[in-house]
């Protein structure tokens, strides 16, 4: 006869000792599947001489309450680039995918007969996208109505971010690369001038040319023709020296240029924030005619100034593309400051940008003790996440209203972007939304995959290792088993 005890039927007692049994010997099992690293990953992480505690990964289906494969999840961890997923996806949320950026121009003084009896000030706001092109119409707004002389000065207000002293070379020593500009309110063409390489192969010679040309950009070309290959660094065998006295700027070209590279281009950072801007206007205005007799001064707008023209960028959900795309770093510090900038109500700081993050990360309840983040690009060997933090950022994106255009900003393998060139004839490609990060001792990625079934993963893959390098191989590789659903 069968007893109840609480409305359960008694299991007799040898069953119960062989249930427990199989579920003791279960948990282990299922415990070590959880943290095995795909045998196609690991193979390439041996090849590649990085040891499995220098690499954390997650990968989990978007509909699924627990990852399928967690490996060190929980090590922080430097992310380089990935870092970026943290701040494009807090800015698409907190501004707003429609959200833009103004750049002002503003008289102070009366304007008679197409002259200004006084100063041109320009407000920036931080518009990452303000570029060659954007501020050669913000002037031509300014000749449609007449403006053709300015007797006073050219005053740059650039209060809308505190300003803080930027050293370009303290991250690598490479302070002329572009990566490595610091933000601006007042940021122009991303304070890069592009260098065209072209050769004259009969006569011997390297012609070298700069765009944009500010007046006070003195390019000296002492670079010499070679033979030889074209490889992919070309550009190692020329060396740039600046010498900036602040009323010029020399750049002395050193060294050799293969001749079989035909032309090719290279953009550097040169000058100041405010000595760019001033010589890019002082170009662009003298071309369309216009003079400019006073010099250049950095002040705030004063109330009383006449608003004369405007210059709108792209929507938010167009800048984080370019940023996340392209990993542009100097557009994704200048998004972090302005998540300040929007939460303080004051001239931005880093830390404003820091705690308007955290806050909002706190209102949606993703947790992250082991967070730190510098300058919201990840440009940085602070810079510290968890693989696991990571994943439930991005479960929590794949859930949330903006979801279409943060995913569409992330590169698609074997597409566009960064990851153009991964995964080319490989069946993951054009079905993985992925962002890459690479610095020296460190390679990430992190984003979705759709899978041949149709259903979509979160993965990332954080590697910190000397030889982190040589792990994209490992990468690709858990990319390509996911699709296939092997792993």
């Given at each position: 006869?069968?007893?109840?005890?609480?409305?359960?039927?008694?299991?007799?007692?040898?069953?119960?000792?062989?249930?427990?049994?199989?579920?003791?010997?279960?948990?282990?099992?299922?415990?070590?599947?959880?943290?095995?690293?795909?045998?196609?990953?690991?193979?390439?992480?041996?090849?590649?001489?990085v040891p499995d505690s220098a690499v954390a990964v997650v990968v989990r289906e978007t509909d699924a309450r627990?990852?399928?494969?967690?490996?060190?999840?929980?090590?922080?961890?430097?992310?380089?680039?990935?870092?970026?997923?943290?701040?494009?996806?807090?800015?698409?949320?907190?501004?707003?995918?429609?959200?833009?950026?103004?750049?002002?121009?503003?008289?102070?003084?009366?304007?008679?007969?197409?002259?200004?009896?006084?100063?041109?000030?320009?407000?920036?706001?931080?518009?990452?996208?303000?570029?060659?092109?954007?501020?050669?119409?913000?002037?031509?707004?300014?000749?449609?109505k007449g403006l053709r002389e300015i007797r006073g000065d050219l005053l740059l207000d650039r209060s809308h971010?505190?300003?803080?002293?930027?050293?370009?070379?303290?991250?690598?020593?490479?302070?002329?690369?572009?990566?490595?500009?610091?933000?601006?309110?007042?940021?122009?063409?991303?304070?890069?001038?592009?260098?065209?390489?072209?050769?004259?192969?009969?006569?011997?010679?390297?012609?070298?040319?700069?765009?944009?040309?500010?007046?006070?950009?003195?390019?000296?070309?002492?670079?010499?023709?070679?033979?030889?290959?074209?490889?992919?660094?070309?550009?190692?065998?020329?060396?740039?020296?600046?010498?900036?006295?602040?009323?010029?700027?020399?750049?002395?070209?050193?060294?050799?240029?293969?001749?079989?590279?035909?032309?090719?281009?290279?953009?550097?950072?040169?000058?100041?924030?405010?000595?760019?801007?001033?010589?890019?206007?002082?170009?662009?205005?003298?071309?369309?005619?216009?003079?400019?007799?006073?010099?250049?001064?950095?002040?705030?707008?004063?109330?009383?100034?006449?608003?004369?023209?405007?210059?709108?960028?792209?929507?938010?959900?167009?800048?984080?593309?370019?940023?996340?795309?392209?990993?542009?770093?100097?557009?994704?510090?200048?998004?972090?400051?302005?998540?300040?900038?929007?939460?303080?109500?004051?001239?931005?700081?880093?830390?404003?940008?820091?705690?308007?993050?955290?806050?909002?990360?706190?209102?949606?309840?993703?947790?992250?003790?082991?967070?730190?983040?510098?300058?919201?690009?990840?440009?940085?060997?602070?810079?510290?996440?968890?693989?696991?933090?990571?994943?439930?950022?991005?479960?929590?994106?794949?859930?949330?209203?903006?979801?279409?255009?943060?995913?569409?900003?992330?590169?698609?393998?074997?597409?566009?972007?960064?990851?153009?060139?991964?995964?080319?004839?490989n069946g993951v490609a054009g079905h993985a939304h992925v962002k890459t990060g690479y610095l020296e001792g460190?390679?990430?990625?992190?984003?979705?995959?759709?899978?041949?079934?149709?259903?979509?993963?979160?993965?990332?893959?954080?590697?910190?290792?000397?030889?982190?390098?040589?792990?994209?191989?490992?990468?690709?590789?858990?990319?390509?088993?996911?699709?296939?659903?092997?792993?």
């Amino acid at each position: 006869m069968s007893r109840y005890n609480g409305g359960m039927k008694s299991v007799p007692a040898p069953f119960l000792r062989l249930a427990t049994l199989l579920a003791i010997l279960l948990l282990p099992a299922a415990s070590q599947a959880q943290e095995r690293l795909p045998a196609p990953v690991a193979q390439a992480l041996k090849k590649a001489s990085v040891p499995d505690s220098a690499v954390a990964v997650v990968v989990r289906e978007t509909d699924a309450r627990a990852p399928r494969v967690s490996f060190n999840a929980d090590k922080p961890m430097n992310p380089a680039s990935v870092m970026k997923l943290v701040t494009t996806y807090a800015a698409l949320e907190l501004l707003g995918p429609a959200y833009a950026w103004k750049t002002e121009a503003y008289a102070l003084g009366p304007i008679n007969d197409g002259v200004l009896e006084g100063d041109l000030a320009f407000k920036g706001y931080g518009d990452p996208r303000l570029g060659f092109e954007q501020f050669w119409l913000l002037l031509r707004q300014l000749r449609d109505k007449g403006l053709r002389e300015i007797r006073g000065d050219l005053l740059l207000d650039r209060s809308h971010f505190e300003a803080i002293a930027h050293d370009p070379a303290r991250f690598d020593g490479e302070a002329l690369r572009p990566y490595n500009v610091g933000p601006d309110a007042l940021l122009v063409n991303y304070k890069a001038v592009r260098l065209s390489f072209l050769p004259d192969v009969a006569r011997r010679t390297l012609a070298v040319s700069a765009e944009p040309t500010p007046p006070q950009l003195d390019l000296v070309n002492l670079v010499k023709l070679a033979d030889g290959t074209c490889g992919t660094a070309w550009y190692e065998g020329i060396r740039m020296d600046l010498a900036d006295t602040g009323a010029v700027a020399r750049l002395i070209l050193t060294g050799s240029y293969p001749a079989a590279c035909g032309e090719k281009s290279r953009s550097v950072s040169v000058m100041s924030h405010p000595q760019f801007v001033a010589g890019v206007f002082r170009q662009l205005w003298g071309e369309l005619g216009g003079k400019l007799s006073g010099d250049l001064r950095d002040g705030v707008v004063p109330a009383q100034a006449r608003l004369l023209a405007r210059s709108d960028s792209p929507a938010l959900a167009e800048v984080v593309r370019d940023i996340n795309k392209f990993s542009n770093n100097v557009m994704a510090r200048q998004l972090y400051l302005t998540l300040g900038a929007e939460a303080a109500k004051r001239p931005a700081r880093s830390e404003d940008a820091e705690a308007a993050i955290r806050a909002w990360l706190a209102q949606k309840e993703l947790r992250m003790p082991e967070l730190v983040i510098e300058n919201g690009a990840g440009l940085s060997r602070l810079d510290r996440i968890s693989a696991e933090n990571l994943g439930r950022l991005l479960h929590a994106a794949y859930a949330s209203p903006v979801m279409p255009e943060f995913i569409a900003s992330l590169p698609l393998a074997g597409i566009d972007g960064t990851m153009r060139k991964r995964l080319n004839g490989n069946g993951v490609a054009g079905h993985a939304h992925v962002k890459t990060g690479y610095l020296e001792g460190v390679r990430a990625l992190a984003g979705y995959v759709l899978d041949k079934r149709g259903r979509r993963s979160i993965v990332v893959f954080l590697i910190n290792h000397p030889n982190a390098g040589a792990g994209k191989a490992a990468q690709d590789a858990l990319l390509a088993c996911v699709y296939e659903r092997t792993c």
